[in-house]
Nanobody, 126 residues
Framework: QVQLVESGGGLVQAGGSLRLSCAAS????????MGWFRQAPGKERECVAA??????????YYADSVKGRFTISRDNAKNTVYLQMNSLKPEDTAVYYC?????????????????WGQGTQVTVSS
């Protein structure tokens, strides 16, 4: 069982930055692929960034809409995955969720994730 707790959301002006954190319980954090998803009102949940388990070198994925602005990283010593978000835009406004999948590869399909956090709100004002 893995529990995920997100933090770091909030209100920021367009062009600003936020760093989301997702703290995971359990001793096998490094064995999980991790992902960040977001869901805006009236829209489907989408994967914005994902990272593979540690032993495969931490391969990453980014949605085209965030490429070059967002960075996903993980610190296995702290059982934490981060999402650094720069140059934020109003269209980045959403609830952001982290998720864990007991898989080795980068995972972008939400159906393949086993555990989810409760979500943290990110609001970008224009």
């Amino acid at each position: 069982q893995v529990q995920l707790v997100e933090s770091g959301g909030g209100l920021v002006q367009a062009g600003g930055s936020l760093r989301l954190s997702c703290a995971a319980s359990g001793r096998t954090f490094s064995s999980y692929a991790m992902g960040w998803f977001r869901q805006a009102p009236g829209k489907e949940r989408e994967c914005v960034a994902a990272i593979s388990w540690s032993r495969s070198g931490g391969n990453t994925y980014y949605a085209d809409s965030v490429k070059g602005r967002f960075t996903i990283s993980r610190d296995n010593a702290k059982n934490t995955v981060y999402l650094q978000m720069n140059s934020l835009k109003p269209e980045d406004t959403a609830v952001y969720y982290c998720a864990a999948a007991y898989l080795k590869v980068v995972v972008t399909n939400s159906d393949e994730y086993d555990y989810w956090g409760q979500g943290t709100q990110v609001t970008v004002s224009s």
